[in-house]
């Protein structure tokens, strides 16, 4: 009796420890071992009754995450089990112990199902983990997007209002009335630019080629360069998404072309080929150097154009024609079309 108290006693010893353990720990594998000899013990030389303890060290048998030490221990434990069943059967031939079975078969198929609620409770702590990533992802992005935002609209009206200042500066010594004329646009294009900022900050703000090329055609004759456009009265049959983005790639091109080109003719041109929607956008300035080509205007081209599976060409020698092609996009048409 004394004995079989001690056993107990160890028994709940090895039980509280292995739930401090580590399951790559060795030491967690001699406690488990520990309880299965305690459980063999009993169940043969005290009570058979005492062999459902077996569930005991099966819950802990579901806890190996590596499945070759979880596969060692379910085998050393389903070993031990049915061993000590044949023992009680032999030692007491007179009573029948079949209803031992089902409990037998539950003690061994047990470790799988608490192995797989472990693992599910792992993913849901891994899919907490990578939700959180993608909202930090997210919000990055987001502010990645506003900057370029902010550079695409905000770069374009200030190059105008710097070209508005330089003219009145000129214009104060020639012509007053013309120079305060050139300042109250000068204040009309400061508000645009606030309401650009609004605009961009609640992001509800829809640009339409044909607007973008109005704004276009404003600076570049503001700068002093000569402007054509070729279809666009083609720009209609563009969907808004693809209008929104192509206007903002416009407005860059048409940024970079006053800043950097020193061009005197600037020449647009929108057509259909081969499924796609092509915009040229071409001057007779300096051209891009390779350093200039990866700059944040071409960059934020490519980057918008990607959104709806479009395309930037550069060609740079005598002068610069960025060539931006976006699919068609077929299920709109055939909407239209019905």
């Not at 520990?34 to 030389?45: A, D, G, T």
């Not at 049915?82 to 061994?108: A, E, K, T, W």
């Not at 980057?303 to 740079?316: K, Q």
């Amino acid at each position: 009796m004394v004995l079989g108290y001690a056993l107990l006693i160890i028994f709940l010893i090895s039980y509280r420890q292995l739930y401090w353990q580590d399951y790559k720990d060795i030491k967690t594998h001699r406690w488990i071992i520990v309880e299965i000899i305690i459980m063999v013990v009993l169940s043969i030389w005290y009570n058979p009754y005492l062999l459902l303890m077996g569930f005991f060290p099966a819950n802990f048998i579901g806890w190996y995450q590596d499945k070759k030490y979880f596969y060692y221990a379910l085998a050393g434990f389903s070993a031990s089990l049915i061993i000590s069943f044949v023992c009680i059967l032999l030692l007491q031939p007179g009573v029948s112990f079949l209803y031992f079975i089902p409990f037998l078969v539950i003690m061994i198929t047990s470790p799988f199902g608490i192995k797989s609620m472990f693992r599910s409770m792992e993913l849901e702590k891994k899919l907490d983990q990578a939700n959180e990533q993608i909202k930090e992802l997210v919000k990055r992005e987001e502010r990645v997007r506003i900057a370029r935002d902010l550079h695409d609209t905000l770069g374009h009206t200030l190059s105008l209002i710097t070209l508005q200042s330089q003219l009145v500066q000129k214009l104060l010594e020639i012509d007053g009335d013309q120079a305060r004329v050139k300042a109250k646009e000068i204040e009309v294009t400061s508000r645009a630019a606030l309401k650009q900022v609004r605009e961009l900050v609640s992001d509800m703000r829809s640009i339409s080629i044909k607007e973008e090329l109005a704004d276009i055609r404003k600076i570049l004759q503001e700068a002093g360069i000569s402007y054509s456009c070729e279809g666009e009265e083609m720009t209609s049959d563009i969907p808004l998404l693809q209008q929104n983005i192509l206007g903002m790639c416009l407005r860059e091109a048409a940024t970079n072309i006053v800043k950097h080109s020193h061009a005197s003719n600037c020449r647009i041109q929108v057509k259909k080929e081969r499924g796609y929607f092509v915009i040229c956008v071409s001057d007779n300035g300096h051209g891009f150097t390779p350093q200039q080509q990866e700059g944040n205007g071409l960059k934020g081209i490519k980057e918008r154009l990607a959104i709806v599976e479009g395309e930037l060409f550069i060609h740079s020698v005598k002068g610069t024609s960025l060539l931006m092609k976006v699919p068609i996009v077929k299920a709109q048409e055939k909407e239209g079309i019905a």
